[in-house]
């Protein structure tokens, strides 16, 4: 059963006003399709095995590779990625990059 209450905190002045509500943020074992407890998804290590079996295949015929701005070196590319990725990264409902469109990637066949 959907109880919206569970996660959304009422705005203060009225049920209709929306622009005030906030989402609760729930505590660590609190039950989320993946969570960390007892009580996680019982279909977790099926999920992550299919995902894994998913980028194997992809990354089998395929290269992923950073679109280098003029002048600059793949390896300079490389390095920019990667910073982009731990600063860019935020939580949403999982880990995410908050603007994947300021980090285009090209694909190549091996």
């Known amino acids: 059963m959907v109880r919206p209450s569970r996660w959304i905190k009422p705005g203060t002045s ?9 989402f609760i943020t729930p505590r660590r074992g609190t039950f989320l399709a993946w969570a960390d407890s007892v009580r996680d998804c019982p279909g ?27 002048g600059e070196s793949l390896e300079a590319a490389q390095k920019r990625v990667l910073d982009f990725i731990v600063e860019d990264t935020g939580m949403v409902l999982l880990v995410q990059l908050l603007h994947p469109e300021r980090c285009p990637l090209v694909w190549r066949k091996r």
């Open 14 to 22: 009225s049920r209709k006003d929306v622009a005030g509500e906030e």
């Open 44 to 70: 977790k290590k099926f999920a992550q095995v299919e995902a894994v079996a998913t980028i194997a295949a992809l990354f089998k015929d395929w290269r992923v590779y950073p679109v280098t701005n003029p």
